[in-house]
């Protein structure tokens, strides 16, 4: 009985004996009910992400079913295992927390158990990036699939989605406009059924990213979670796993630097999350690949934004599904994208996009001629109150706040500003800059999706619907406004951010890819020397190793031992 290093064979416990390691595994896993003819095939493992917290992964159970009956179909042996499941408004502090969590979760269990391959099972913003990570450190043979978006709502004949709408609604609620009986009703009517947010949020935007890198069959992206066309690309996704089983064909053959190239000029294309940024760092990161931000900005000003899709635009991603998906992108930036990456099909990226069905007339993709943002979605900064970089989602911002030199408003904490935000004392004009610190990776912690400040309620009551809004944190995918994000490096690591004070001048100059501090380096050298770090950090569990570990954010805010090539701190 050698080792084959296949199937029941691979990674066997250790006990000094491989004969009898592989004797006792067969025995507790015939306890299962397996037959040997089933036990001799190929072991395709699939993460089981399914969780009562998480309603964007409700389908799931019926994904794994299809996907094992792809798999069966081909001649492999299907075996789903438990993973981490993480839904945005169920983690707390927040989902971003946890993702290096879960990667760690999803790496360790496939290079623990017995698959010669492995289906991921992705949706909700950090479960895609965190699969990836994981799979792409364990480099079995990997492919994905996701939930798919969920489909629209509608309230008082108003088609509504997730979650865009939650917040242009609720921004509506604090302005006094819908009084609260009515929100509660519209809470009911934003997330319809099952599945992931259905505008450019973080997860359309992570699986559109995911097929454009390769790792996932081709037009998966954007099925709706409810269609029959999801079923059964998910039972493709088992029967191709089988292949790459035999193939050997694996993450780090895919996911080269072309193909993370392909990945980023879909994000400007396509209007996406800025939370993208971060999470293709992150997996490139796993590879050894330093992912070129000055290039990525570039991207931004030669690709347009062409996806008419909220909060950039005002379709749903179910429209973008009936306009042909992905394909209907790549079509007009081809000349774009490297052609000749490899894909999880085994295929070019170029021979898929000539294998897609022939382009119809449609509404939701504008030719590059006529796009929704000529500029491209994301814009990276720099200047003296981010020296190693910010971001900004110019696709969803106020045109006339692009150039903006506004007083600061500075909050110090989430605690700080929910406490004054609201407050009819709070000094705030609608020309001034909110300014949120210790809101980053280990600010906060976790970097949460705060940085889309809420408009002061005396402001929102008068009219005001955008402001220009700084901080180190995050925002979702599916905000919208003047938003600059990412600020590094952070305010808790002592960054420019934590220097600023009340009544000190900003600048924004978007066209020139800046944000500036207005204050002298002699006062900031005041500043600098009085400030202090904030409280100690965690002694145990995982949160101490998350404040050891825990990178900012133009590393992807990854643990640092978990790169290919750790960096020198």
């Known amino acids: 009985m050698s080792d084959q290093k296949t199937g029941m064979r691979k990674g066997l416990a250790q006990y000094g004996d491989a004969a009898f390691s592989l004797f006792l595994r067969k025995a507790f896993i015939k306890a299962m009910g397996y ?40 001649g492999g042996m299907p075996l789903e295992f438990p993973i981490i499941s993480m839904h945005e408004s169920f983690s707390h502090p927040t989902s971003m927390f946890l993702r290096n969590l879960m990667s760690i979760d999803a790496e360790e269990m496939i290079r623990a158990q017995p698959m010669d391959a492995v289906v991921l099972i992705g949706g909700c913003d950090k479960t895609v990036p965190a699969l990836l990570m994981g799979a792409a450190s364990a480099d079995v043979p990997a492919i994905l699939t996701v939930t798919g978006p969920m489909i629209t709502g509608s309230h008082k004949g108003e088609r509504l989605g997730a979650c865009t709408d939650c917040r242009r609604l609720w921004g509506q609620h604090r302005a006094g406009a819908i ?115 000055a290039g990525f900005d570039r991207m931004g000003q030669e690709t347009p934004v062409l996806v008419d899709l909220k909060p950039s635009g005002q379709h749903y991603m179910e429209d973008l599904h009936r306009a042909g998906g992905l394909a209907t992108v790549l079509r007009e930036i081809r000349d774009q994208v490297d052609l000749d990456c490899v894909t999880v099909s085994g295929r070019t990226l170029g021979a898929e996009l000539e294998r897609a069905p022939a382009a119809w ?97 005396k402001l929102a009551a008068a009219g005001v619907k955008d402001m220009v809004r700084i901080s180190d944190a995050r925002m979702s995918g599916t905000a919208f406004g003047t938003i600059v994000l990412h600020i590094s490096p952070e305010a808790a690591e002592g960054g420019p951010l934590a220097l600023v004070q009340d009544g000190d001048r900003i600048r924004l100059d978007v066209a020139g890819g800046r944000i500036d501090l207005l204050v002298d380096e002699v006062e900031l050298g005041r500043r600098r020397a009085r400030w202090t770090a904030p409280a100690a950090t965690p002694k145990r569990g995982y949160a101490k190793l998350y404040f050891d570990e825990v990178l900012q954010a133009e590393h992807g805010c990854d643990f640092n031992f978990l790169r290919a090539e750790p960096l020198e701190r």
């Open 35 to 74: 037959s040997d003819d089933a036990l001799s095939r190929p072991i395709i493992g699939i993460t089981n992400t399914y969780s009562a917290f998480n309603a964007c992964h409700r389908n799931v159970p019926d994904l794994i079913d299809a996907i094992k009956r792809g798999v069966m179909l081909a």
């Open 179 to 293: 009084d609260g009986d009515e929100i509660e009703v519209i809470s009911g009517k934003l997330a319809p059924g099952p599945g992931t947010c259905m505008v450019m949020g973080t997860a359309s935007t992570m699986a559109l990213c995911a097929e454009a890198l390769g790792m996932m069959l081709p037009g998966g992206a954007a099925i709706p979670a409810v269609d029959a066309d999801r079923l059964r690309h998910a039972e493709a996704t088992g029967a191709r796993a089988v292949a790459l089983a035999a193939e050997k064909l694996r993450p780090a053959d895919i996911m080269t630097p072309g193909a993370f190239g392909n990945a980023l000029r879909v994000l400007q294309a396509i209007g996406g999350s800025t939370n993208a940024v971060i999470h293709l760092v992150a997996m490139a990161g796993r590879l050894g690949i330093e992912l070129d931000m």
């Open 361 to 457: 007339d449609q509404a939701v993709v504008r030719p590059a001629s006529d796009p929704i943002h000529a500029g491209g979605g994301l814009r990276v900064l720099a200047g003296s109150l981010a020296p190693n970089g910010a971001l900004i989602k110019q696709a969803a911002a106020t045109p006339a706040l692009m150039q903006h030199e506004g007083r600061a408003v500075v909050f110090g904490s989430l605690e700080d500003m929910a406490e004054r935000l609201d407050s009819d004392d709070l000094d705030v004009a609608a020309d001034d800059v909110l300014v949120l610190q210790n809101a980053g990776p280990k600010g906060a912690p976790g970097m949460p999706e705060a940085g889309y400040i809420p408009i002061p309620r």
